[in-house]
């Protein structure tokens, strides 16, 4: 599965979840207009940490933080620094 | 702090320019408070009385106990979320006989006087009750059993605020949680105006509202301020000031706040609603530097089996209630629960002695989950732990031994958090779930917690 997918499908798996209702998920969808809370995105880094080993939030300035679907994307990607 | 002796005291410090506190939906002019108030004509029936204090918003809340404060013996200041069971449990521990609630909801129960609270604000009566040292009682954010209750008085509260320039404040924070109304104690006694959040507003329109108000100097927990940066909207406002309180403050957090704002002051402040304010570290490092548990001062350190304890006269005066613990050891220090590990010359909070989990703010019981998953038919065993998230914090994980282990699978992980989200708030469900063969115990016999 590519990293788009995995990470678009572990945000439709915690909306579902968390009873939230998703708009279409488009790349320039901004993450707080999402529907998604603080607890919710906890939840979807911590599965995406699991899926791919990796926790760029943990190593990035939070000033860096993704604000997009597609930058959120782009963020687990492995060129990713 | 000069002595002030009462909030309407506390805002003539201040002087008379224009001054508001003010929400999305609601305006306070400070000034107003000379004649009016926010029960009008009848303010004069809450006398003496202990005020169950019960409101949705925060102007609201503020009018309330600019109103009570000097008038009622005690003000038991209800957080949001505080559900009508709780109410009923602190009212019948405060003797409560006093009801100011919101007058856009239900009353949450019925005591001999109960008055809506009411904005705009209306004429009332001049003074003329006794003049009282009311105590504020504030339920600590524990969430399983009897709700904890901590005394103070205003002169308590206040014990951290100087005398400071015009400042225009901001908070993230409800100023009904003690990091909250110390941002409202020092916008009161300060010169300039307080902005508050309107339940349910979006951060981004908040922060909007903000910069448009030219704010100065802000303050929420690291959460709060991971949301702001979450959301790109951090530039909409340029404070001078920012603060952080409530949760442990990482090197990640204070780097990205600065890098948002370069050219402010930036602190993170540790305090409890027990201990009080107990100190701000301003050098732009997590943790704080380990000499400070050897320093003399209005505020004491020492370190108890790892756990930090506190003496100081910011702290609440007691425990309130029937068979409430004793609020300071026997050299008047209160014990915080707050695990340091010292590294390279500095403290660091390493978490809760008994694994209370902090996520975003909000604490949750391990053993209250735990016995909520053991309520399952398919859970013969759980153990309930926090995983570190770079976003709250924390988030609730569990081990659970099933009682079928041959049915461990995505599946039935899935029923099992559907489940308990059932049971329980969304941030005390576990988020996360491993199934094992067995969970160790101690030699007593209990579960062995991690760490």
């Known amino acids: 599965m590519s990293i788009r997918d995995l990470v678009l499908e572990e945000i439709r798996n915690v909306a579902a979840e968390q009873d939230k209702t998703l708009p279409p998920l488009t790349e320039g969808l901004a993450l707080l207009e999402s529907g998604l809370d603080s607890l919710c995105f906890a939840i979807l880094v911590s599965r995406l940490e699991d899926a791919t080993g990796r926790d760029p939030f943990s190593s990035a300035k939070a000033s860096e933080f993704p604000h997009t679907v597609g930058e959120l994307i782009a963020f687990y990607e492995p060129l990713h620094a | 702090m000069p002595d002030a002796a009462t909030l309407r005291g506390l805002i003539a410090l201040g002087g008379a320019g224009a001054r508001e506190i003010s929400t999305r939906d609601h305006r306070l002019d400070l000034a107003d408070f000379a004649a009016r108030s926010a029960f009008g004509a009848a303010r004069r029936r809450f006398a003496g009385r202990s005020v169950v204090l019960a409101v949705g918003d925060m102007a609201k809340a503020a009018a309330a106990l600019i109103d009570l404060d000097g008038l009622a013996r005690r003000i038991l200041l209800c957080p949001p979320g505080f559900e009508a069971e709780k109410i ?12 100011a609630y919101d007058d856009e909801i239900a009353p949450p129960l019925t005591l001999d006087v109960a008055l809506p609270v009411r904005l705009p604000l209306a004429p009332r009566e001049a003074d003329d009750a006794p003049r009282l040292a009311t105590e504020w009682v504030l339920p600590t954010s524990g969430t399983s059993g009897p709700p904890k209750l ?31 109304l110390q941002i409202f104690l020092r916008a009161l006694s300060g010169q300039g105006s307080l902005r508050l959040a309107s339940p349910a507003e979006p951060i981004e329109g908040f922060l909007d509202r903000l910069g448009e108000l030219a704010i100065t100097h802000i303050s929420g927990t690291p959460t709060h301020w991971r949301k702001a940066m979450l959301s790109g909207a951090t530039g909409r406002i340029s404070p001078q000031y920012a603060r952080l309180s409530g949760e442990i ?63 100081s006269s910011r702290r609440a005066l007691r425990l309130l209630g029937p068979g409430a613990p004793a609020l300071t050891d026997a050299d008047g220090f209160v014990d915080t629960g707050d695990m340091i590990a010292l590294r390279d010359g500095r403290g660091y909070f390493v978490g809760r002695r008994n694994g209370v989990i902090n996520v975003g703010g909000a604490k949750v019981h391990p053993e209250e989950v735990e016995a909520a998953l053991n309520s399952l038919a398919s859970v013969r065993a759980a153990r309930v732990f926090a995983r570190p998230s770079p976003i709250t914090g924390a988030i609730v994980a569990a081990e659970v031994v099933l009682s079928d282990p041959t049915a461990a699978g995505r599946e039935l992980e899935r029923e099992i958090i559907a489940a308990a989200r059932r049971r329980l708030p969304a941030h005390m469900a576990p988020a996360y779930i491993r199934f094992v063969a067995d969970l160790p115990m101690t030699d007593a016999g209990k579960l062995r917690r991690h760490g």
């Open chain 2, 249 to 311: 403050a990482d090197d990640g957090v204070l780097a990205g706040l600065a890098a948002a704002y370069p050219h402010a002051r930036i602190e993170h402040a540790y305090a409890s609603t027990e201990a009080g304010v107990v100190f701000s570290v301003a050098d732009g490092r997590a943790g704080f530097p380990a000499d400070w548990l050897t320093r003399s001062g209005a505020v004491e350190l020492k370190l108890v089996d790892g756990a930090l304890r506190v003496r």
């Open chain 2, 88 to 99: 009923a449990g602190a009212a019948a521990l405060v003797e409560a006989d006093g009801l």
């Open chain 2, 150 to 180: 901590a005394v103070h008085t205003l002169q308590t509260l206040v014990g951290a605020i100087a005398p400071a320039p015009l400042q225009q404040w901001a908070t993230f924070y409800d100023i009904r949680r003690y990091g909250g």
